[in-house]
C-alpha cells in the first residue's frame, strides 16, 4: 500500500517533467528545431491536424527549417497556420515547400526567453510541491485508517520527500540546460 503511493507520486513527477520538456522545446533558442512547430495545427480539410503530420520537417542549416508537405495543395494552409501562430517567423514559400529562417536572437531577446524559462520551472516546481501535498494527505489518511502505523508514515513522508527533492534537482537542472542554450551566442 505504501509504495503504491511512492510509485504513483514518482510517476506524475515523471509526468511533470516530460510536459516541463515539452515546454521548453517551443522556445526558440535561435537554431531551427524541429520541436518548434509541434504546438502548430493546421486547419486541414475541416480539422486541426498537427503539422508533423501533415509534412515532413528538416533541419538542412542551423537556421533553417524546411517543411515539404506530403499534400502539396495544403502548402497555403500550412503556410497560414504558422502565420497566425505565436512563433514570430513568416514562412517563405516557393510552390512545393515552405522555409522558415530562424532569425538571430538579440541580447535583451535571449534574457527575456532565459527569464520566460524561469517561470515555466516555477510553475513545474508549484506543480511538483501540489503532487507532493497529495501524496501526504494520502499517507496521513492510511494512518487516520490504521491502514498503516505513525513509523511507516514517517518513513513514507521521508520517502516522498527525498523524491520530491530528487524531482526538483531534475526541473532546475532542465532549467539550467535552456538557460545556458539559449544565452549561449
Given amino acids: ?13 515523471e509526468q511533470s517533467h516530460q510536459s516541463l520538456a515539452r515546454e521548453l522545446a517551443g522556445i526558440r533558442a535561435g537554431r531551427a528545431n ?4 509541434d504546438r502548430i495545427q493546421v486547419d486541414y480539410y475541416g480539422a486541426p491536424t498537427p503539422l508533423n503530420q ?8 542551423a537556421r533553417v527549417l524546411l517543411i515539404s508537405p506530403f499534400d502539396k495543395s495544403s502548402i497555403k494552409d500550412i503556410e497560414r497556420a504558422i502565420n497566425e501562430s505565436d512563433l514570430g517567423i ?22 527575456d526567453l532565459a527569464k520566460e524559462v524561469k517561470k515555466i520551472g516555477e510553475n513545474s516546481k508549484v506543480a511538483i510541491r501540489n503532487i507532493r501535498r497529495d501524496a501526504m494527505d494520502d499517507a496521513k489518511k492510511q ?9 511507516q508514515l514517517r518513513g513514507l513522508e ?24 539559449l544565452l549561449d551566442v
Avoid: C, W, Y
Fill in 1 to 13: 500500500m505504501t509504495t503504491d503511493i511512492i510509485t504513483n507520486t514518482k510517476e506524475r513527477f
Fill in 143 to 151: 494512518e487516520k485508517a490504521s491502514e498503516i502505523t505513525e513509523d
Fill in 34 to 37: 524541429a520541436s518548434l512547430l
Fill in 158 to 181: 521521508k520517502d516522498i520527500q527525498a523524491a520530491t527533492d530528487d524531482a526538483v534537482k531534475h526541473i532546475d537542472s532542465m532549467v539550467a540546460n535552456k538557460e545556458k542554450e
Fill in 54 to 61: 501533415l509534412a515532413s520537417i528538416t533541419v538542412p542549416e
Fill in 90 to 111: 513568416n514562412p517563405a514559400n516557393d510552390g512545393s515547400v515552405i522555409r522558415l529562417v530562424i532569425p538571430p536572437l538579440t541580447e535583451e531577446t535571449r534574457r
